[in-house]
């Protein structure tokens, strides 16, 4: 029997006895909440790319592709179109991360204001379900591959249930195609596949293990196949896998990885691939080789901190198995550029840190790195440590690049904050960037495929970007691109697109750097006036 305690008007109606479907088609509509400022982001330069959103959260598209096809399903990203809170539809689905915490809440109270059966899940609604149950009609916690489906079947008897939980983690092999013709899909940047979920290791502030667990579970190489080719039918030229360590299961990784190469060659390398691995990926020489041969061109890898004691402190001991600078260096000469996953804020990082940190990536010559702040997310063992040590100072806004809810342990919350504002500025400073950015193009090894090879969308392309880093920048700015582009025009030209893409990436972070400034001499401003404030004496 169905719980939920404030009935839409499409419950209510239900529970009164009507059939849910009237003789009519079910209408279902899937809404992604808009992506807050971040790293990854890049709002200042998606109009130089002609995009609106770097790419869409797959979890909406692969509810679409959990309906049967009798129902009648839109999606709608609030990143490249508005929301129409008075669409015509008898359910109304609703995801979203930590992030999108209260956008999410905004959409709830607005579709149910206007009568709307509204549903939620996603990695929010599975973290942090307390904080959702009573505020939606029906909540889903954890993957929904066979919960949707058991949800549709209930809906239409009106008899579904309040909360919807899986009994166990799901076979992917089983599970059907997103629905990628439902996206918008010129309105992003790239295009987002899943290989497989879940991850080996134990990092103690990672929340991946506690919604995916540490079991890799794969689809066939046949089911991401067939999502790549759909991919490229719809036009898309960059393709991102978003597996949290896509070399979990690195038999699987590898049987995939020689699919997509044979696939890339036989289709002339259309699509550049990226994803998340572990550092051990520096190890395996044959898995490096088929990551080249597929093209994948860029991976994100979480290092997390040069220094051995913090990695050890958070259980990152696949890091602690060679030269972190030589392993990222081996990955580069594969030709696949590594953006790096950075932490300030261990037990063990004292003061010295930023500097340390700064020093390591400008050696690893990683161009990109998204440094943040420790943080202790809901549900995973390092939130349960430092609240058991009385460091708690608040829960997690998803957002590490302003707040960390911990109290450090070898440095004041004062130094933390002020030593991760020097740090993030000087990152981006143009003269640091440029020299690893330089570094890095002039070191890296060969790509599979040339990027010489420039066509009309190429070429408007590049007009756009150097009319946004050129032509209406500032002279600084100018300096930068034009420079940064001549010298590998003169001294590598095959490295020049990465360079272009180097220049307008760098723009996207120094201007977000810019952005949070602010946020962050805010904080700090707080805890000055909180260390000067006088102790009030104590009479005896």
């Given at each position: 029997m169905a719980?939920?305690?404030?009935?839409?008007r499409?419950a209510?109606?239900l529970?009164e006895?009507?059939?849910a479907i009237?003789?009519?088609?079910?209408?279902?509509h899937?809404?992604?909440?808009?992506?807050?400022p971040s790293?990854?982001t890049y709002?200042?330069?998606?109009?130089?790319l002609?995009?609106?959103c770097?790419f869409?959260?797959l979890?909406?598209?692969?509810v679409a592709?959990l309906?049967p096809?009798e129902y009648?399903?839109t999606?709608?990203?609030e990143n490249?179109?508005a929301?129409?809170?008075?669409?015509?539809?008898?359910?109304v689905?609703?995801t979203g991360?930590?992030?999108?915490?209260?956008?999410?809440i905004?959409l709830i109270?607005g579709?149910?204001?206007?009568g709307?059966?509204?549903?939620?899940g996603?990695?929010?609604?599975?973290?942090?379900?307390?904080?959702?149950r009573?505020?939606?009609?029906?909540?889903?916690?954890?993957?929904?591959?066979?919960?949707?489906?058991?949800?549709l079947?209930?809906?239409?008897?009106?008899t579904w249930?309040a909360?919807?939980?899986p009994d166990?983690?799901?076979d992917?092999?089983?599970?059907?195609?997103?629905?990628?013709?439902?996206?918008k899909?010129?309105?992003?940047?790239a295009?987002t596949?899943?290989?497989?979920?879940?991850c080996?290791?134990?990092?103690e502030?990672c929340?991946i293990?506690?919604?995916?667990?540490?079991?890799?579970?794969?689809?066939?190489v046949?089911q991401?196949?067939a999502?790549?080719?759909?991919?490229h039918r719809?036009?898309?030229?960059?393709v991102f896998l978003?597996?949290?360590?896509?070399?979990?299961n690195?038999?699987?990784a590898k049987?995939l990885?020689r699919a997509?190469?044979?696939w890339s060659?036989?289709?002339g390398?259309?699509?550049?691939f990226?994803t998340?691995?572990?550092?051990n990926v520096a190890q395996?020489?044959?898995?490096?080789e088929?990551?080249?041969a597929?093209?994948?061109?860029?991976?994100?890898?979480?290092i997390?901190?040069?220094?051995?004691?913090s990695l050890?402190?958070?259980k990152k001991?696949?890091n602690?198995?060679?030269d972190?600078?030589?392993?990222?260096r081996r990955?580069?000469?594969?030709?696949?550029?590594?953006?790096?996953?950075m932490i300030v804020?261990?037990?063990h990082d004292d003061a010295?840190?930023?500097?340390?940190?700064?020093?390591f990536?400008?050696e690893a010559?990683?161009?990109v790195?998204?440094?943040?702040m420790?943080?202790?997310?809901p549900?995973t063992p390092?939130?349960?440590?430092?609240?058991?040590?009385?460091?708690?100072?608040?829960e997690?806004?998803g957002?590490q690049?302003v707040f960390?809810?911990?109290?450090p342990?070898?440095?004041?919350?004062l130094?933390l904050?002020?030593?991760y504002?020097?740090l993030?500025?000087?990152?981006?400073?143009?003269r640091?960037f440029r020299?690893?950015?330089m570094?890095?193009?002039f070191?890296?090894?060969?790509?599979?495929?040339?990027?010489t090879?420039?066509?009309?969308?190429?070429m408007?392309?590049?007009?756009r970007?150097m009319?946004r880093t050129?032509?209406r920048?500032?002279?600084?700015?100018?300096?930068?691109?034009?420079?940064?582009?001549?010298?590998t025009?003169?001294?590598?030209?095959?490295?020049f697109?990465?360079?272009?893409?180097?220049?307008?990436?760098?723009?996207?972070l120094?201007d977000y750097?810019?952005?949070?400034r602010?946020?962050?001499?805010?904080?700090?401003?707080?805890?000055?006036?909180r260390?000067a404030?006088?102790v009030?004496s104590?009479s005896?």
């Amino acid at each position: 029997m169905a719980i939920d305690t404030v009935p839409s008007r499409t419950a209510q109606r239900l529970r009164e006895g009507s059939p849910a479907i009237g003789g009519e088609v079910v209408r279902i509509h899937l809404v992604t909440p808009r992506n807050p400022p971040s790293f990854w982001t890049y709002d200042h330069v998606l109009p130089a790319l002609g995009k609106r959103c770097v790419f869409p959260n797959l979890s909406m598209p692969t509810v679409a592709g959990l309906t049967p096809r009798e129902y009648e399903v839109t999606l709608c990203d609030e990143n490249v179109e508005a929301i129409d809170f008075d669409v015509d539809a008898d359910v109304v689905g609703i995801t979203g991360y930590i992030v999108h915490r209260e956008r999410m809440i905004e959409l709830i109270e607005g579709f149910r204001a206007r009568g709307k059966f509204v549903v939620v899940g996603g990695p929010y609604a599975s973290l942090c379900p307390e904080e959702l149950r009573g505020r939606c009609d029906v909540l889903f916690v954890d993957e929904a591959e066979e919960t949707w489906p058991q949800f549709l079947r209930d809906f239409e008897a009106g008899t579904w249930q309040a909360e919807y939980r899986p009994d166990d983690k799901p076979d992917l092999t089983a599970a059907p195609m997103p629905r990628f013709d439902l996206l918008k899909v010129d309105r992003y940047h790239a295009l987002t596949i899943q290989f497989a979920r879940g991850c080996p290791f134990s990092c103690e502030f990672c929340d991946i293990i506690v919604v995916y667990g540490r079991r890799p579970r794969a689809k066939t190489v046949a089911q991401v196949m067939a999502e790549i080719a759909e991919c490229h039918r719809l036009g898309a030229k960059q393709v991102f896998l978003v597996d949290d360590n896509f070399i979990g299961n690195k038999k699987l990784a590898k049987e995939l990885l020689r699919a997509v190469a044979t696939w890339s060659v036989a289709n002339g390398h259309p699509i550049h691939f990226n994803t998340e691995v572990s550092l051990n990926v520096a190890q395996d020489d044959e898995l490096l080789e088929l990551f080249r041969a597929a093209h994948f061109t860029t991976v994100f890898i979480g290092i997390e901190s040069p220094r051995p004691a913090s990695l050890a402190e958070t259980k990152k001991t696949q890091n602690l198995r060679g030269d972190l600078v030589a392993s990222v260096r081996r990955v580069q000469s594969y030709g696949i550029q590594v953006q790096a996953g950075m932490i300030v804020g261990f037990d063990h990082d004292d003061a010295t840190i930023f500097e340390e940190q700064l020093r390591f990536i400008q050696e690893a010559r990683i161009p990109v790195s998204m440094t943040g702040m420790l943080q202790a997310m809901p549900k995973t063992p390092l939130h349960a440590r430092v609240a058991a040590e009385g460091r708690l100072v608040g829960e997690t806004t998803g957002d590490q690049f302003v707040f960390s809810n911990i109290l450090p342990r070898s440095m004041t919350r004062l130094e933390l904050y002020r030593g991760y504002r020097e740090l993030v500025t000087r990152l981006y400073d143009f003269r640091v960037f440029r020299r690893r950015s330089m570094d890095y193009l002039f070191g890296k090894g060969r790509e599979v495929a040339s990027q010489t090879r420039i066509g009309g969308a190429d070429m408007r392309l590049f007009a756009r970007i150097m009319w946004r880093t050129v032509v209406r920048a500032s002279p600084r700015r100018a300096w930068f691109t034009l420079s940064l582009l001549a010298a590998t025009l003169f001294r590598r030209p095959s490295v020049f697109v990465d360079a272009v893409s180097l220049a307008i990436v760098h723009q996207a972070l120094y201007d977000y750097v810019r952005a949070l400034r602010p946020h962050l001499d805010r904080a700090i401003a707080e805890l000055e006036a909180r260390e000067a404030a006088p102790v009030p004496s104590v009479s005896v």
